[in-house]
Structure formats: structure tokens, C-alpha cells
């Protein structure tokens, strides 16, 4: 049944992360609508309950509120402002939240353009990968102007554990793309302590114990690690091919904003010469195996 606050929820990307959205969000009461250009995520979303439209009009008609969950600035542009966007359609106001790791310019872009046509949108990107999204325990940093983000809670707390509103439309994805950028840096960081207490005779578990005990902690030691690391499974659900993106946007941020960063952009050549040994299919976390001083050989 559709919740009076929201109506319909579109949700318009079904991989991974759009799915697992979409199947909290049935779980707690709303009527979900969903759109994938993959015929295997229409499948796979239709058999957890997601009623599946043909394209994107018929999901804008539908839905007063519409979820995008989407690779890239590019492909939300299209959604939004392309030939058959959002933005060129005539219907009531429509609420977007975008949970996509996007570029904080194209999303202010993007809310100029809809706001002209009465719609609001708030970026929302997610941290928290597939199982996050499932659980509906999220980490969702959240721009948008306060009456925006008050009238999008209803659905902000069904996805996610932890909701933090950073500020204005495009804060949300500037602090996505800064998150992006320590996880990278962290698991750099964390592959070479293990390297340089391994070589001092200390075991990974004795190390990482010691360490999450003490003030060198980190997500990486805390999850990473023993999640998907130390016990080789590396089925962390989220890619090479999207965590290189997310540097490589962090990178591109840094340079428009005048911002050196030394660190991190040795961070970031690191994570691009990986390309060398690892697909993008591969599990992020498989950047651990990479000897550092030459991304292109196995540690």
C-alpha cells in the first residue's frame, strides 16, 4: 500500500544497492515501483515485489517520490534533464533523492533545473553496501534544504541506521566523495601495517586485535579486515570499478576547488595503476593484495 506521506516510491536503478533499498522499503509497508535497464535486475527486483515498469515515464506518472540509485553524475543527468528527463515533463512536483555517488556541481546543477518545474531534490548517497541496504542500516549523508529533508524522513529512516544532514543540495555528495576517499586511503594504509608487522614478526590477527584496541583503529581494521580480508572471502559487494570512480572524482574535486593533497593523491595514482592486476569486477578490497610501491604486483 502506498504511505500517505510519500506515495508510490520509484526507484529507478535495481542492482546491488537499488534492490536492496526497494526490498526495505516493501518490507515496511510502501509501494515500490521500480525501472532497470538490465532485464536481470527486472527479474531479480520482480520477484522480491517490485512492480516493474517499461520506462521511466510511466515511473514518473506513478511516483510522487522517485529513488535514483545510479552509477554516475551522467546517468542521473540523463534521468533528471535528458531528452525524456524529469525535468522536461509536465506533471505535479515529484521528490528525488538521489543516493548515487555524484558530483556535488552536477547536482546543484540539477536542482536549479528541477526547481523550476516545482520539483525537489535532495542528494542522499549511502555507505553501508548491499547488506546495509537490506537491513535498511544505511550511513546516509544527507543535503538538501531542512523543509526537503523533513518531508523525505519517512523514507531517509526506513533505508538508514545513521542519517546525517551536512547541509545544502550537493553537501551530501561532497562528503560521500571525501568518506570514498579515506576508505581508499585507509585500506593502503592498513595493507602496509599489516606488511610492516607481519615483517616484525607479529601475526595479521594479533595486529589487528591490538589494534582495535587502541587509537590506530579504523573501519578497515574493524570490518574490512576480518570481514572480508583476513578470511579471503573479498565479497564486499562493492567493486574496483566503483571505488577507482570515487577517487578518481575525489582527485577531479581537489583539482576544481584549488585543494592540494598530497597524500591522497598518491592515494589516488595507487588505486588507478591497480587497473594493472585487478578488473573492475573485482572486490575492492582486493587493493590489500597489491604491493604499493607497484600496484601491478601482488604483495
Request: aromatic share 4%; proline share 4%.
Amino acid at each position: 500500500m502506498s504511505n500517505p506521506e510519500t506515495g508510490t516510491i520509484g526507484v529507478v536503478g535495481l542492482g546491488n544497492m537499488g534492490l536492496g533499498m526497494a526490498r526495505t522499503l516493501l518490507r515496511d509497508g510502501f509501494s515500490v515501483i521500480g525501472f532497470d535497464v538490465s532485464m536481470e535486475c527486472q527479474a531479480k527486483a520482480a520477484a522480491s515485489g517490485v512492480t516493474i515498469v517499461a520506462g521511466l515515464s510511466e515511473l514518473f506518472e506513478a511516483c510522487p517520490t522517485i529513488i535514483l540509485s545510479l552509477p554516475t553524475a551522467n546517468h542521473v543527468r540523463k534521468v533528471l534533464d535528458g531528452d525524456e528527463g524529469l525535468g522536461g515533463r509536465d506533471i505535479d512536483p515529484r521528490l528525488v533523492i538521489d543516493t548515487t555517488t555524484s558530483e556535488p556541481d552536477v547536482t546543484r546543477e540539477l536542482d536549479a533545473v528541477l526547481r523550476m518545474q516545482g520539483h525537489i531534490l535532495i542528494d542522499a548517497p549511502v555507505s553501508g553496501g548491499p547488506a546495509g541496504a537490506n537491513s535498511g542500516n544505511l550511513t546516509m549523508m544527507v543535503g538538501g534544504g531542512d523543509a526537503d529533508v523533513a518531508r523525505a524522513m519517512p523514507v531517509l529512516n526506513s533505508l538508514g541506521g545513521k542519517i546525517t544532514h551536512v547541509g545544502p543540495v550537493g553537501a551530501g555528495h561532497a562528503v560521500k566523495i571525501v568518506n570514498n576517499m579515506l576508505v581508499a586511503s585507509h585500506l593502503l594504509t592498513m595493507s602496509e601495517a599489516v606488511r610492516l608487522g607481519n615483517a616484525a614478526g607479529v601475526t595479521t590477527e594479533n595486529l589487528i586485535a591490538a589494534l582495535n584496541a587502541g587509537s590506530g583503529r579504523s573501519a578497515i581494521s574493524e570490518v574490512n579486515y576480518p570481514k572480508w580480508v583476513m578470511n579471503g572471502a573479498f565479497d564486499s559487494g562493492f567493486t574496483m570499478g566503483l571505488m577507482r570512480k570515487d577517487v578518481r572524482l575525489a582527485m577531479a574535486l581537489a583539482k576544481d576547488k584549488s585543494v592540494a593533497m598530497p597524500v591522497s593523491e598518491l592515494a589516488g595514482q595507487i588505486w588507478a595503476a591497480s587497473e594493472e592486476l585487478l578488473s573492475d569486477n573485482a572486490d575492492f578490497n582486493r587493493i590489500t593484495e597489491c604491493d604499493p610501491t607497484h600496484a601491478g604486483a601482488k604483495s
